[in-house]
């Protein structure tokens, strides 16, 4: 069948060298030995990324434990003259039980 690349040796996927690092044997994936910076090894690269990484999400679960609850800039907190209180839009602002305007809207 011509066309369809007879003729041709058939390709393979070529593993020269990681990092253009000439110890590095043809054929592996990945060696946790072979260098990466200034003398550092890419097993030691990965495991100081794996420390930042867990460092960081700890951090992240600390601060979200700790922060205080926000201030939604989308909601309010009003009390009515009929005595309903509660949350409402910014946006709407009127009290759900006597449809007067509330908090923010009660100037406008």
Request: charged share 20%.
């Amino acid at each position: 069948m011509p066309g369809f690349g007879w003729g041709f040796p058939p390709r393979r996927p070529v593993f020269r060298t990681c990092f253009r690092n000439p110890g590095f044997q043809e054929g592996k994936i990945m060696d946790f030995s072979a260098p990466v910076y200034q003398g550092y090894t890419l097993g030691q690269a990965l495991g100081l990324a794996g420390i930042v990484a867990g460092l960081f999400i700890v951090f992240l679960v600390l601060k979200k434990l700790f922060s205080g609850k926000r201030e939604s800039i989308h909601t309010q907190a009003v009390r009515c003259s009929c005595g309903w209180q509660g949350r409402i839009s910014s946006l709407a602002g009127k009290c759900p039980k006597c449809n007067l305007p509330l908090g923010d809207r009660k100037a406008r």
